[in-house]
């Protein structure tokens, strides 16, 4: 995103939206998918056979259309939790990385490990890695309407033991306009794993420098599933996120946000996600003349 020496309004605005972006990570990029499975145990011979549990694969991802600037990036650490029907997960730590190539180029990397508590059974490792390239083609800072859009081709690198392979692939379309103190943004995509989705965020910065943002993300399966369609698992699943971030330094934001499923839980939603961390701007260093 585009950062500049502004004054204290706009620097948390810009430095809030930075955090802002490692809060999408950590509620919605990707998520929310099925719980984590247990762990393989071997099952008692005399014991009744026990059907597995399955849940609709869904997807979201939420992001700005806001512009890097070159040569500038960020770098992030933060804790999620996760509470569903008959578990619960942690992601601990939540790594966030992100750099502006160009004024409309800049990549990101999103790594978090995880542990899990489902039915009795744990687990931990690797949690879905997400790596993205966001392409800025209207810069919301630099026309007179400040509306922007953005394109964001993904690359999912999902967690050991995906049922459908590991690697999978979103292609989110994101807008954005601003009106300060307020701006709104939203994304609407396709996920290669059988999911389209969308969700909008509304965000207001107060004049001591703290932002707050409203998401709200819905995703809608497409795999078709006899089972599923049998039992009454539904297709689509809405989250509500409200969260809030503030400038601790110039270069530095601390964020935290909360959120739960408007949909069925005993479908694979939750009852309840946080999530919260600190998000770190940096430069590249200029050559001394």
């Known amino acids: 995103m585009r950062v500049r020496s502004l004054p204290l309004l706009g620097a948390a605005f810009v430095v809030a939206s930075m955090a802002m ?3 999408a990570a ?9 719980p984590k499975p247990p762990a393989t145990t071997t099952p008692d011979p005399g014991a009744a056979p026990v059907l597995p549990v399955t849940f609709r694969q869904f997807g979201s991802w939420l992001d700005d259309a806001s512009a890097p600037t070159p040569g500038e990036g960020r770098t992030g650490i933060g804790v999620g939790y996760w509470r569903m029907s008959g ?25 978090p490990f995880y542990r ?19 392409y800025t083609a209207i810069d919301p800072a630099s026309n007179d309407s400040q509306f922007g859009l953005a394109v964001s081709p993904v690359m999912e690198v999902l967690s050991a033991g995906a ?3 590991r690697v999978h692939f979103a292609v989110p379309v994101s807008v954005e306009l601003r009106r300060q103190p307020f ?6 995509g396709y996920f290669t794993r059988g999911s389209v989705f969308s969700g909008g965020a509304i965000e207001w910065v107060s004049s001591s420098g703290l932002a707050f ?26 989250d509500a996120t409200a969260g809030v971030a ?44």
Do not use: H
Not at 213 to 237: C, F, M, N, P, V
Not at 251 to 266: C, F, I, K, M, P
């Open 163 to 165: 049922s459908d392979g």
């Open 183 to 188: 701006r709104v943004y939203g994304s609407a």
């Open 87 to 111: 578990g619960s997960q942690i992601d601990v730590p939540m790594i966030d990385l992100g750099y502006g190539f160009t004024d409309r180029i800049q990549a990101s990397a999103s790594v």
């Open 21 to 23: 972006t490692t809060t």
């Open 26 to 34: 950590a509620q919605g990029r990707g998520r929310p998918k099925a």
């Open 246 to 289: 503030y400038a601790i330094v110039e270069s530095a934001a601390a964020y935290v946000s909360v959120g739960r499923s408007l949909s069925s839980l005993e479908e694979g939603g939750t009852s309840l996600s946080l999530a919260g961390g600190v998000s770190f701007r940096f430069a590249r260093a200029r050559a001394t003349p």
């Open 116 to 134: 899990t508590s489902f039915e009795g059974a744990t687990s931990r490792g690797l949690d879905d890695v997400y790596l993205s390239v966001k």
């Open 213 to 238: 943002t409203g998401a709200l993300t819905q995703s809608y399966s497409l795999k078709e599933d006899a089972l599923l369609d049998a039992l009454g698992i539904g297709r689509q699943r809405v």
